[in-house]
């Protein structure tokens, strides 16, 4: 194969295929990718066909197949469009809202330049690291605020991480599962808890004394936020960084949200501008360059994150356990395998 892509070709169905290699456009980058990182709450949802993948005007949207995802990856420059200045055939490269497969053109404002010092597997992880950073944003987090971290996922180990290296005392992490739990401490949090304990929220609450003041919320499910909420201080924030699938919640906002004067702010990773960064409401790639620094500078380390790398051709069976549920590992699939 030229250029193998990895398609959602029918529900609980991944298969790898050849596409024409594209050329690029005026203003576009074509990228060879090197490493491209699975996100396996987004991904997990698309291949089962699952509802509202997507920000659809129309309720319950359905699914549609085939698909492909992807959205964070890195690579080299093969070639660039007329007009791009910023990057060169050659340089290595970060990228967003791109998906899973050997070469594609993307928008040179969504390609990145990676620092010399930087890893292609640090910075396949860019997109997807910018998530739970704009959810901190967001919440306009004051250096020596306690956050807690409600969900062990990929989004919630990265917001652990960032939560620490931007200054965050105490950092808490939330998650039923005892390895997630254990992964947590590992990557820098300073407490985890199970949510589903009767203790929690007070725990929680003597940890942070009264509660935390910064709530990043990755499950999407109802009962998590539920269970955050009564953790979180009076007039705390609470990012919704978890995409739920459904618009049903059963949520005492009146109580647990309106009384207490608790902020909910939608965190989705789309709801950004489009040009221009302000306090709180800063660009895609703003974001991406931020997270950059932090690796070359030494700020943030992912050395260790990244829990398998697989070929291309395990990209069926790969999904096929994804498809299962379940927990899942950070995993990234390397492009370098001759198809």
């Known amino acids: 194969m030229k250029n193998p892509n990895i398609v959602f070709s029918a529900p609980r169905v991944a298969e790898v295929i050849d596409k024409p290699a594209p050329s690029p456009e005026p203003g576009e980058v074509l990228v060879r990718t090197v490493r491209s990182c699975l996100s396996a709450g987004t991904e997990r949802g698309a291949l089962r066909g699952e509802p509202n993948m997507g920000l659809q ?37 970060a990228m967003s809202w791109c998906h899973h497969g050997a070469l594609q053109c993307r928008p040179e404002g969504l390609v990145y330049p990676l620092p010399e010092n930087v890893s292609f597997e640090a910075g396949a992880l860019t997109h997807i690291a910018i998530m739970p950073m704009q959810a901190l944003r967001k919440c306009r ?158 700020r943030l380390v992912m050395a260790g994150f990244v829990e398998g790398v697989h070929p291309i051709s395990d990209a069926p069976a790969v999904y096929t356990r994804l498809a299962q549920g379940g927990p899942f590992p950070t995993v990234q699939f390397d492009w370098t395998e001759k198809f």
């Open 141 to 298: 987090f004051e250096f020596g605020e306690s956050v807690l971290v409600v969900g062990q996922g990929l989004l919630g180990q990265l917001a652990v991480k960032l939560a620490r290296a931007v200054g965050a005392t105490p950092v808490i992490a939330a998650d039923p599962v005892p390895r997630k739990r254990n992964r947590a401490l590992a990557l820098g949090a300073d407490l985890a808890l199970d949510p589903s304990a009767p203790d929690f929220a007070e725990r929680a609450k003597t940890a942070t004394d009264g509660g935390a003041r910064v709530v990043i919320e990755v499950t999407g499910v109802d009962r998590a936020l539920d269970t955050a909420l009564d953790a979180v201080a009076r007039f705390g924030r609470v990012a919704l960084l978890g995409c739920t699938r459904r618009s049903e919640f059963a949520i005492d906002f009146y109580r647990k949200v309106h009384g207490r004067g608790v902020l909910l702010v939608g965190a989705h990773n789309q709801a950004r501008p489009a040009h221009d960064s302000s306090p709180g409401w800063w660009t895609v790639r703003d974001d991406a360059l931020a997270y950059l620094r932090m690796l070359s500078l030494g």
């Open 57 to 93: 005007s129309v309720k319950d949207a359905p699914a549609v197949f085939p698909c492909q995802l992807g959205y964070s990856a890195a690579g080299t420059v093969e070639a660039v469009g007329e007009g791009v200045a910023s990057v060169k055939s050659g340089d290595r490269v």
